[in-house]
C-alpha cells in the first residue's frame, strides 16, 4: 500500500528551523519526485520545492530558495525538508507528496500533514 | 510564475444540481492541469488529471476539460459528500495552485 507517514506536530519560535520527515512506502523510492507543499490556515496550497532521489536533484519555488532544504535517505525512504528563519507566516500544514519523477513534481500521493506552529 | 485564477470563489448549490468551475491560466500551460478536492482537515485528493483523465476510484460525474490557458471541473449531479474545496494546479513549470472554489450547500 502507498503511504507518506509524516513526523508529528511541531511547535517553533521565530527565528527558528523546523526540520519535518516523511517516510515513504509501497513503491520503488528511485521511481519517484518528492515535493513539500504548505498551506496556511483558510489558504490554499503552495508548492515549495521538491527532491528527485535516484538523481539527487532538487527544485525550489522562488519564494521559499534559500530558506527551505529537501534532503532525501534512500536507506530509509525517507524525506527531509528544513525551513529556517521561522515567522508567523510559516504556521501551516505541511505535506509531504509523491509523482512520477519523471512528470515534474506531479503530486498523486498526499501524505496526512504535518502542523507547525510559530509562536513566541 | 504560472498564475491560476479561478472562479467563482464560492458555489452555493443544492444537491443533485450541476457544478461547473472555472480555472485560468496566465499563459498556456498545454493539458498539464490537475484537480483537486479538499475537505477540512484532510488532505488535497487528486481527482482529475492532464486536464481530462479521472485518478483512479473518482466517480464518472466528476469530468475536467480544457487545454491551453481554460479549463473546466464539471460534477453533473453534486453528491452530499461533494460539498468541499476544489483546487487547480498547473505542472507545466514548477507547480503552482489556484486559490481555490469552495462548493457550499444552499
Known amino acids: 500500500q502507498v503511504q507518506l507517514l509524516q513526523s508529528g506536530t511541531e511547535v517553533k519560535k521565530p527565528g527558528s528551523s523546523v526540520k519535518v520527515s516523511c517516510k515513504a512506502s509501497g513503491g520503488t523510492f528511485n521511481n519517484y519526485a518528492f515535493s513539500w507543499v504548505r498551506q496556511a490556515p483558510g489558504q490554499g496550497p503552495e508548492w515549495m520545492g521538491g527532491?528527485?532521489?535516484?538523481?539527487?536533484?532538487?527544485k525550489y519555488a522562488q519564494k521559499f530558495q534559500g530558506r527551505v532544504n529537501i534532503t532525501a535517505d534512500e536507506s530509509t525512504t525517507t524525506i527531509y525538508m528544513e525551513v529556517s528563519s521561522l515567522s508567523s507566516d510559516d504556521t501551516a500544514v505541511f505535506y509531504c507528496?509523491?509523482?512520477?519523477?519523471?512528470?515534474?513534481?506531479?503530486?498523486?500521493?498526499w501524505g496526512q500533514g504535518t502542523t507547525v506552529i510559530v509562536s513566541s | 510564475e504560472i498564475v491560476l485564477t479561478q472562479s467563482p470563489a464560492t458555489l452555493s448549490l443544492s444537491p443533485g444540481e450541476r457544478a461547473t468551475l472555472s480555472c485560468r491560466a496566465s499563459?498556456?500551460?498545454?493539458?498539464?492541469l490537475v484537480w483537486f478536492q479538499q475537505k477540512p482537515g484532510q488532505a488535497p485528493r487528486p481527482l482529475i488529471f492532464d486536464a481530462s483523465n479521472r485518478a483512479t476510484g473518482i466517480p464518472a460525474r466528476f469530468s475536467g476539460s480544457g487545454s491551453g490557458t481554460d479549463f473546466t471541473l464539471t460534477i453533473s449531479s453534486l453528491e452530499p459528500e461533494d460539498f468541499a474545496v476544489y483546487y487547480c494546479?498547473?505542472?507545466?513549470?514548477?507547480?503552482?495552485f489556484g486559490g481555490g472554489t469552495k462548493i457550499e450547500m444552499k
Open positions: 527532491i528527485i532521489p535516484v538523481f539527487g536533484t532538487t
Open positions: 507528496t509523491r509523482g512520477k519523477w519523471s512528470s515534474n513534481y506531479a503530486m498523486d500521493v
Open positions: 499563459q498556456s500551460v498545454d493539458t498539464y
Open positions: 494546479q498547473q505542472r507545466s513549470t514548477w507547480p503552482t
